[in-house]
């Protein structure tokens, strides 16, 4: 079946414009995460979901960055006056939350340059 | 907070042999452990997923096990392969009312042939 898809693959923008990053999650999976990579870095927790409301987005940086999942399957991850900070892999995973072993699928990730 | 250490850092082995990757984190109350792997550019495909009430899994040539209590688990490849070169990534769930992973570092891994 199909895996997560995320759109865009790259995305290359300059400071200060604004972004929408798009994350397919595996189809029938309640729950939706974001992730950002560094370069050299591990993963690091943006945003979860359960269903269309947002279950824990402590690890949002700031005001700036915001995500959506309006009806429970599709998220798109906003991200307004992009910085040159900003620049990473966003990778989004989902998982059953039936499951109590909560398996976390990742997508390809959307490699994004802020310039 | 918890913390993710992934040791070595990079690791470069002839083929055939086998090895260990290790994994430490902080805080030992985790409800489960991830093991991942990344390949250059691409996303995370999982390999082993351990609860916390679990001591070991095994999938082929993998085998992971978890300590607890010294806050510690290792994946063990047998026979390594050059298609095993990639990033191997470790993550944690905290507990159970928490889903969100905290990853390690990684360890890069690569098998010369």
């Known amino acids: 079946g199909a895996g997560v898809s995320q759109t865009p693959s790259n995305k290359v923008t300059e400071k200060g414009k604004y972004v929408e990053l798009r994350c397919d999650p595996i189809?029938?999976?309640?729950?939706l995460y974001w992730y950002r990579q560094s370069l050299g870095q591990g993963p690091e927790f943006l945003i979860y979901?359960?269903?269309?409301?947002?279950?824990?987005d402590s690890g949002l940086p700031n005001d700036r960055f915001f995500a959506v999942r309006p009806e429970g399957s599709v998220s798109t991850l906003k991200i307004q006056r992009t910085e040159r900070g900003d620049s990473a892999v966003y990778l989004c995973?989902?998982?059953?939350?039936?499951?109590?072993?909560?398996?976390?699928?990742f997508g390809p990730g959307t490699r994004l340059t802020v310039l | 907070k918890q913390e993710v250490t992934q040791i070595p850092a990079a690791l470069s082995v002839p083929e055939g042999e086998n090895l260990v990757l290790n994994c430490s984190f902080t805080?030992?109350?985790?409800?489960?452990l991830q093991w991942f792997r990344q390949d250059p550019g691409k996303g995370l495909t999982s390999l082993l997923l351990?609860?916390?009430?679990?001591r070991e899994q095994t999938s082929g040539r993998l085998n992971a096990s978890l300590d607890k209590s010294s806050g510690r688990s290792t994946l063990y490849i047998a026979a390594s392969q050059p298609g095993d070169s990639a990033t191997y990534l470790c993550?944690?769930?905290?507990?159970?009312?928490?889903?969100?992973?905290?990853f390690g570092t990684g360890t890069r891994l690569k098998v010369l042939a």
């Open positions: 995973a989902s998982s059953l939350k039936r499951s109590s072993y909560n398996e976390q699928f």
């Open positions: 189809s029938g999976h309640t729950a």
């Open positions: 979901f359960q269903g269309t409301g947002a279950a824990d």
């Open positions: 805080d030992s109350a985790i409800y489960n």
């Open positions: 351990i609860q916390s009430s679990q």
């Open positions: 993550a944690v769930r905290r507990t159970s009312g928490t889903y969100k992973y905290i």
